[in-house]
Nanobody, 121 residues
Framework: QVQLVESGGGLVQAGGSLRLSCAAS????????MGWYRQAPGKQRDLVAI???????NYADSVKGRFTISRDNAKNTVYLQMNSLKPEDTAVYYC???????????????WGQGTQVTVSS
């Protein structure tokens, strides 16, 4: 079992910045991909950014040039630096991790509890 713990959400004015963090914890596991998703009220959960342990990244078009995803593989931690925030970025942000456990060997897909990001105009 792999658990994700998030931090860094909050209230910020348009044009401001926030940095989200998410750490995966457990025993005998390997994380292959970590990412961030967001969900606004009444809408579906959408991909924001993902990163592999090899450093390959992908971003939603709406955040390209403003958000940066990074990771610390030794700590199984992923970060999302959010700059030039806009009101439309307001959502609950969820951390996601995909990987495998070793004992027993099986795949996992874990989600964090979500952290609220609110951007005021």
């Amino acid at each position: 079992q792999v658990q994700l713990v998030e931090s860094g959400g909050g209230l910020v004015q348009a044009g401001g910045s926030l940095r989200l963090s998410c750490a995966a914890s457990g025993s005998n596991f390997r994380v292959n991909v970590m990412g961030w998703y967001r969900q606004a009220p009444g809408k579906q959960r959408d991909l924001v950014a993902i990163i592999t342990n090899g450093g390959t990244t992908n971003y939603a078009d709406s955040v390209k040039g403003r958000f940066t995803i990074s990771r610390d593989n030794a700590k199984n931690t992923v970060y999302l630096q959010m700059n030039s925030l806009k009101p439309e970025d307001t959502a609950v942000y969820y951390c996601n991790a995909i990987g495998v456990t070793l004992l027993p060997i099986r795949g996992f897909n874990s989600w964090g509890q979500g952290t609220q990001v609110t951007v005021s105009s």
